[in-house]
């Protein structure tokens, strides 16, 4: 009976602390900025992919700069990020590479 016990709670906490962070969709109630043009600068080596910048939400909009990145691996695509707008308000999309 004892180990049994010991068993579901450890199921109940565990449920608890994991399932909880599985999606997070935030809304926000303002339509992002325009992007900012950004200068890219040089190239850091062979490979690289630029990055752009985005628009992020804090209570206010922020810029996040674009940046260099290497793919994760060989042949690697970066789809940029990207707000769509819906019944709630503006959603962010991050980017991700393929």
Do not use: N
């Amino acid at each position: 009976m004892r180990c049994r016990l010991w068993a579901t709670s450890l199921l109940l906490i565990s449920t608890a602390l994991f399932g909880t962070g599985c999606v997070a969709t935030m809304w926000v109630p303002a339509e992002p900025p325009g992007a900012l043009v950004e200068v890219e600068g040089g190239v850091p080596g062979p490979g690289y992919v630029w990055i752009d910048g985005y628009w992020e939400w804090h209570d206010r909009w922020v810029w996040q700069r674009g940046h260099w990145a290497k793919p994760p691996h060989p042949g690697g695509r970066w789809e940029r990020g990207r707000w769509d707008h819906g019944r709630r308000g503006w959603r962010w999309h991050p980017g991700r590479w393929h």
